[in-house]
């Protein structure tokens, strides 16, 4: 309609996908509830499970190779669906998407919760990870068509909060679930809680959700999404599977052909992009300096954290012997930490310091790990939660320095049409590293286990040799992202351009980001 069309003379707008945010419904708060729910429950089943996987793994008999898929699985899945689950929402509706990824999301947890074997629960993580990679992208869609701009600062201030609620309360509801041993059912009530909120949300969904679709979408790449897939799968399932099957010569040529797979996805996305302009990533974003640096920066960043969370968790509760709940308590300072420095950061030091604060807190986090590994070493079996309490909190706030701005540092120089791509390509790639560090866990930290260190009488020492040991790849990994950093802009202008394009980058795709380091 032109502009110039006399009121009297308009005909009135069809209510199409963005007319919502002219017109707020009365019903947008029961909506935003119902999103931030499913956020929430797909929040803390990441971090919930980390702290039940010794359970799991004397529960089910499961090897140590199947407990890193419990975790790896779930990332592998969720990062390859991530961006396809966005355009799916954007061609087909977001609210059609939202209610088939609750609904997968909650018919995964039931069968994680009922797994009778290990093969069954790692089926039902990959499962599971693919569902909730089509229902989380559609909570900040339906955010964004729902309200309007004047109270969008609002709902994604909510949106952090619940982040960082998921956060903190993951590690410690999945200890008390896991210590309590409802009904003699051991871990399984940690994927079972899913169920009720899960069809709450269906439920309520169909109703209170106005359905939005993007005005024009692109298409679906396919091939884009199963080339990257078999790219990472070559690499990671030899890292987990290797050492188990003592390093067979498959699993070298599996690794020297994901290069190659690589490769053939970069040139299909090439295809892609001058077919139809619709590929699964923008390579062109990558000719941006900052964004390259970022995006390498995230990836990096994701190996450190799958690495070092997974192996906390073992050195813990199989190395030390403590309870779930004992461990689960022992990290609530590192998550209070990441929270308050994820907040000092963004609003005082940013602004003022750039990309030093980031630069900052990858040293302040290897500190804390250098710390963790002297602590460690000194005190062996005999440690205790309040020692480990001082490298935790430094490690805390060096990562909540970091994964706070580290986005709106890499979108700084991102043209405005690429922006969207540009977040979603973040959070992938972000994924895909953490599922990589997990899948590295079995040559950094059982790598230096050997059988005879198995034994009960000798378990708990090889498993403070494998923690120090790996915490020692994970300093090398930050010392490189530390590196990295040197090649993002001094300043960040990525705020100043969402006011302008009516979006708001940090509070979303950098909250998610924080997850997987819960």
Not at 37 to 50: E, H, K, Q, R
């Amino acid at each position: 309609m032109s502009t110039e069309t006399p009121k009297s003379q308009a005909a009135p707008p069809a209510p199409d996908a963005e007319a919502v945010a002219t017109a707020p419904d009365r019903r947008r708060w029961l909506a935003l509830a119902i999103v931030m729910t499913a956020a929430f429950m797909d929040l803390v089943d990441v971090t919930i499970v980390n702290i039940a996987i010794p359970s799991m793994e004397r529960d089910l008999g499961a090897s140590f190779s199947a407990i890193q898929w419990i975790t790896a699985g779930y990332a592998l899945a969720f990062a390859a669906g991530l961006i396809t689950g966005g355009r799916l929402g954007d061609i087909y509706g977001r609210k059609r998407l939202f209610l088939i990824g609750i609904s997968g999301f909650t018919l995964a947890s039931a069968l994680c919760g009922f797994a009778a074997n290990p093969d069954m629960l790692v089926a039902s993580r990959l499962l599971q990870g693919a569902m909730a990679a089509m229902m989380v992208p559609q909570v900040l869609a339906i955010i964004h068509a729902t309200f309007p701009a004047e109270e969008r600062g609002k709902v994604f201030g909510m949106f952090g909060a619940v982040v960082g609620l998921g956060a903190v309360s993951g590690p410690l509801l999945g200890a008390l679930l896991t210590q309590w041993n409802l009904f003699g059912l051991e871990w399984r009530p940690i994927f079972l809680i899913n169920l009720p909120v899960g069809i709450a949300g269906i439920l309520l969904g169909r109703r209170f959700i106005q359905e939005s679709k993007a005005p024009k979408a692109l298409r679906l790449d396919l091939v884009g999404v199963v080339l990257a897939t078999c790219g990472l799968l070559l690499l990671i399932y030899p890292l987990t599977r290797g050492r188990e099957l003592d390093w067979p010569l498959w699993g070298f040529l599996c690794m020297a052909a994901s290069p190659l797979v690589f490769a053939a996805f970069v040139a299909y996305e090439k295809h892609k992009t001058r077919k139809d302009g619709s590929p699964l990533v923008e390579l062109s974003l990558f000719r941006v300096k900052s964004f390259a640096a970022g995006v390498t920066v995230q990836l990096t960043f994701g190996i450190a954290c799958g690495i070092f969370f997974l192996v906390w968790t073992l050195y813990m509760q199989i190395g030390l012997g403590w309870s779930a709940l004992r461990a689960g308590t022992t990290g609530i300072p590192f998550s209070i930490a990441v929270s308050v420095a994820a907040g000092v950061s963004v609003q005082k030091l940013v602004p003022r310091f750039g990309r030093k604060v980031l630069q900052a807190g990858a040293l302040v986090f290897a500190s804390g790990l250098l710390l963790y590994i002297w602590e460690a070493g000194r005190y062996g079996m005999a440690i205790t939660s309040w020692q480990m309490a001082a490298p935790l909190v430094v490690m805390g706030l060096g990562m909540g320095l970091i994964v706070a701005p580290l986005t709106d540092a890499v979108l700084a120089d991102v043209p405005r049409e690429h922006s969207g791509s540009a977040s979603g390509l973040i959070n992938t790639t972000q994924q895909m590293g953490n599922a990589l560090g997990l899948g590295l866990v079995s040559v950094v930290f059982f790598g230096v286990i050997d059988e005879e260190s198995l034994r009960p009488e000798t378990l708990g020492p090889a498993f403070v040799d494998g923690f120090q040991n790996a915490l020692w790849w994970v300093t090398a990994v930050v010392g490189a992202i530390f590196l990295i950093m040197f090649a993002l802009p001094a300043r960040q202008r990525a705020h100043a351009e969402a006011a302008a394009l009516d979006v708001e980058p940090t509070s979303t795709t950098s909250a998610k980001e924080a997850v997987p380091a819960a």
